[in-house]
């Protein structure tokens, strides 16, 4: 299921990866930024050719404005003189000397106005000569008449060096004038051009942007939709598999549940038949032993040896029959595990099979054991069993050699177990087994040798077996024959108590 | 005390015919001369106890001095009998040994509570069987004083 929802999301990463590639944006955005850097620098020098334009235009207006101020004044200062030498009269020299108080003004204006433009800086130079010129032959008759020599002043007019010098200057103003409005209807001309192109770039520009713009939101629009598409599907994906996983987990609780119920039923089973099952062998033993007592004379040797051997079935059939209520008690009749001292367990354990072990000659050597959370009735079995078995298994005409060793705070061999767990390794120097047999004998019932060579129902390390995982720990064994077992136990050192497993899920069913 | 040689009346309550025959013949083997009757569930039991019906005739019948109480009976099972006997104010003074297969803790502990004097698991021999009369026997003869 998780396999699937990563597939899921990768399928859908290259979905979209498929429909833009990432250089597609890349040379988009290049493009953009390409066409608005050109359209600035267009539009800026647009701007600066009709800024300069503007500064031309407003240069000739000035120059024309100047050119007909001065030839205004001039004509002024002409009629003003000529009226003073009429009338003799200084009121008329007003003008006069108005235009002489601004001609140098007015030139130096025009000199500033001009002087960028070659012609016109010719034209000017004539111009500065013959007004000069005219001035000081104004001034030269202004002086005449009044020192009263009007004669000599109408003859300095007589020589109509004064009205060439007027119609000199009219014709320089006026060919300025031309030069300064041709000048002007360029600039005019340029300006228009200028305008034509600022406005096919500005409508270019704001076509290009508009498209752009429609491109950009037409492309985030279309993946905005496919992202809500996907998206959509990712969460109707996800709540199919959340719906799968509550399915499956609902499927399991059950399972679970059934299993704990066939489980239990089992154990109860086991518990009450075994237990129902030593009633009519009770009988059976009795009656037997009723035949032996009274009946011997009647049965004969081979009579008796027969109810011997039904007595001995018997016998062992309540054995069997004991073993299995013991095993059911594993998980019936449990207890809950407390801290528990493995050194007072093993001690108990060797005080009971003492007798055992000075009757065999055993050598016995036990490590210090850990304290561990643990049922210590079970633990008691578990040890029993395990030297017992290495008591019985003795090499023939050799003392048992037992030896205990133990590691504590070993890491634990489950994922996600942060507690500390400890390894009980039991080992001996008795007869072995074959290493394919090392899973078989923790089954129930399973016998390596004949009830003649060694005595035994098989139960013993089915039982170690099954305390060791009740406690969640884990035993194994490893041997060869001849060479001794090594009989290893794993158990957490700590229990936590069993988690319901509708908490473990996380889930309210 | 009882003089030595005065015979005890048994009253055994068991729906196990195997076990009746079995305890009649450990009686006999264990030659202590005491009498053996017989009820089969709880309510001949209390039957036997209250003189009623048939059980009316003491000289067939007599009162018990000691009860052998099997716990699983049908009818009424030996923990309801036992109850009945000891809220009986004419018979709660009569002592009952629980003899039964159950060994489960429960059925012990509920057994004393309700009164029993003893608890006993069934032998599993026969041999056993007859050493366990032959003390009954002797125990609630010889060394019990009964009012």
Redesign the interface.
């Known amino acids: 299921m998780n396999n699937g929802l990563l597939d899921g999301g990768v399928l859908f990463n290259q979905k979209i990866t498929n429909r833009l590639p990432n250089s597609v944006w890349i040379m988009a955005l290049a493009a953009a930024i390409t066409f608005f850097a050109v359209s600035a620098v267009l539009a800026y020098r647009s701007i600066d050719v009709i800024t300069q334009n503007n500064i031309a235009i407003n240069n000739t207006l000035q120059t024309i404005n100047l050119i007909k101020d001065l030839n205004r004044e001039l004509l002024a200062a002409e009629s003003s003189q000529r009226g003073y030498l009429l009338t003799k009269d200084p009121e008329y020299l007003e003008p006069y000397r108005q235009t002489l108080s601004v001609v140098n003004k007015l030139l130096m204006q025009l000199a500033e106005s001009t002087a960028a433009f070659s012609e016109q800086k010719a034209y000017f130079a004539s111009l500065r000569g013959y007004v000069t010129d005219k001035v000081g032959e104004m001034q030269r008759i202004v002086a005449l008449t009044d020192r009263e020599e009007i004669r000599a002043a109408i003859k300095q007019v007589k020589t109509d060096k004064g009205i060439e010098l007027m119609r000199a200057i009219s014709q320089l103003l006026v060919e300025m004038e031309q030069q300064e409005l041709q000048r002007f209807y360029k600039s005019k001309a340029i300006a228009a051009e200028n305008r034509e192109f600022i406005l096919m770039a500005l409508l270019l520009a704001n076509g290009i942007g508009l498209a752009l713009s429609l491109g950009v939101f037409y492309t985030w629009y279309r993946n905005s939709t496919k992202v809500a598409e996907l998206n959509s599907a990712l969460a109707s994906a996800n709540a199919e598999l959340e719906e799968k996983v509550g399915v499956r987990t609902q499927a399991l609780l059950q399972y679970s549940e059934e299993l704990q119920r066939s489980n239990r039923e089992l154990e109860e089973f086991a518990f009450v038949a075994s ?1 129902d099952l ?2 009519p062998l ?2 059976i ?3 037997g ?2 035949l032996q ?1 009274k009946f011997s004379a009647e049965l004969g040797e081979v009579g008796a040896d027969y109810v011997a051997r039904m007595q001995a079935a018997s016998e062992r059939m ?1 054995a069997l029959i004991d073993d299995l209520l013991s095993f059911s008690r594993v998980t019936t009749k449990q207890r809950p595990f407390i801290a528990v001292d493995l050194n007072e367990i093993m001690h108990s354990v060797l005080d009971d099979l003492d007798f055992a072990i000075d009757d065999s000659g055993a050598q016995i050597h036990i490590d210090p054991l850990p304290v561990i959370d643990a049922d210590g009735l079970q633990m008691t079995q578990v040890f029993m069993n395990l030297i017992t078995n290495s008591l019985k298994f003795h090499l023939p005409d050799h003392r048992p050699v037992v030896t205990v060793t133990s590691e504590s705070n070993v890491v634990s061999p489950l994922a996600d177990d942060n507690r500390h767990w400890c390894r009980l390794q039991f080992a001996d120097q008795g007869i072995g087994f074959e290493a394919q047999y090392a899973e078989r004998i923790f089954s129930l019932f399973q016998r390596l040798h004949g009830r003649g060579e060694y005595s035994g129902t098989g139960i013993g390390l089915a039982l170690c077996r099954k305390i060791i995982e009740r406690h969640g720990g884990s035993i194994s064994a490893q041997s060869e024959p001849g060479e001794g077992a090594v009989f290893t136990i794993l158990l957490p050192m700590t229990q936590t108590p069993m988690e319901p497993l509708k908490d473990l899920f996380g889930y309210v069913t | 005390m009882n003089s030595p040689g005065k015979i005890l009346t048994i009253l055994m309550a068991d729906d196990d015919a195997d076990d009746r025959l079995l305890a009649r013949e450990a009686m006999h083997e264990s030659r202590v001369l005491n009498e053996l009757y017989f009820v089969e569930d709880g309510v001949q039991l209390l039957r036997y106890l209250r003189g009623e019906d048939e059980y009316a005739d003491r000289t067939l019948y007599p009162m018990p001095g000691l009860i052998l109480l099997d716990l699983n009976m049908p009818k009424m099972d030996g923990r309801e009998a036992l109850a009945q006997i000891k809220s009986a104010p004419d018979l709660r003074r009569i002592p009952v040994v629980i003899l039964t297969t159950s060994t489960a803790e429960e059925d012990m502990t509920k057994g004393y509570e309700l009164g029993a004097a003893s608890y006993i698991a069934k032998p599993v021999t026969f041999d056993a069987l007859v050493e366990l009369m032959r003390t009954l026997g002797k125990y609630w003869v010889e060394f019990v004083e009964l009012p």
Do not use: C, I, V, Y
Request: glycine fraction near 0%; proline fraction near 0%; charged fraction near 50%.
């Open positions: 237990h030593q009633e009770r009988k033993r009795a009656f032993d009723r007592q309540s």
